[in-house]
């Protein structure tokens, strides 16, 4: 009896730990969880930027938005809206690797992180995420259908490589937020992300994660990527 009881409280024990790291709606991680797998990773990404040899590997934050949200609530109730952000975790985890992180980061926002290398798979995931969600309309209970798409903007930590202790996570997650305006501002159902440039200047990069302009700083220092067929000019960035 007592071998069964102590099975149970770490049982219980585990569950109540898994819970305190969800999202009670979506079941998407929380913040606290997302600290927790960074707190494992980011010392892993720059002991790996600090070997010599290494491919270089660096964390990709993507910002992802539901586009007018606010009219579904409106229109059809919170409890749809609901189901609506459930249904959408759902697709979004459809593309994510074990190794990722989905977290619930607030109203009908997530945030994706994932360890990648290279401008291009940068790209191509956030292209799978915004067909992931527009693909097909949401099935609600009643039968009825709605159509989804999402917004996304995303960029690097480190930001620079060469300099992986210039900027912190926080600032990385920034520019995100910051492309996907541009990418809402732009239209919606859009992709925007910043990422360095080839020949970056620390100065330049430092401005960035300081808040300034990406077409302030050149794009020897930052590139600006997107899915529109215009990218999105200094007025669509705040």
């Avoid at 720059?46 to 491919?55: H, I, K, N, V, W």
């Avoid at 990418?183 to 330049?204: D, E, H, I, M």
């Avoid at 020897?220 to 999105?232: C, K, R, T, W």
Wanted: proline share 7%.
């Amino acid at each position: 009896q007592l071998q069964r009881a102590n099975r149970q409280l770490v049982q219980s024990n585990a569950r109540l730990e898994e819970a305190i790291r969800r999202d009670p709606l979506t079941q998407a991680s929380n913040r606290r969880d997302l600290q927790d797998w960074l707190d494992r990773v980011c010392p892993q990404v720059l002991a790996r930027l600090r070997r010599p040899g290494a491919a270089s590997e660096t964390v990709l934050f993507f910002m992802i938005d539901l586009d007018n949200f606010k009219r579904v609530n409106d229109q059809h109730g919170h409890a749809v809206g609901d189901d609506v952000l459930v249904q959408t975790c759902r697709r979004l985890r459809n593309v994510c690797r074990e190794q990722d992180l989905l977290v619930r980061w607030g109203g009908e926002e997530f945030l994706l992180a994932a360890r990648l290398s290279g401008h291009d798979e940068a790209a191509a995931l956030a292209g799978r995420i915004l067909r992931a969600v527009d693909n097909q309309p949401v099935a609600l209970d009643d039968g009825r259908t709605l159509p989804v798409s999402c917004s996304v903007g995303f960029a690097p930590w480190p930001f620079a490589p060469q300099w992986p202790t210039l900027g912190g996570w926080q600032q990385s997650v920034d520019l995100a937020d910051r492309c996907l305006y541009a990418a809402k501002a732009s239209g919606r159902n859009a992709w925007v992300g910043l990422l360095p440039g080839p020949a970056p200047q620390q100065a330049a990069v430092r401005a960035l994660l300081g808040g300034g302009a990406p077409h302030a700083i050149g794009g020897d220092s930052a590139q600006i990527l997107s899915s529109l067929p215009v990218p999105p000019g200094p007025a669509q960035f705040r």
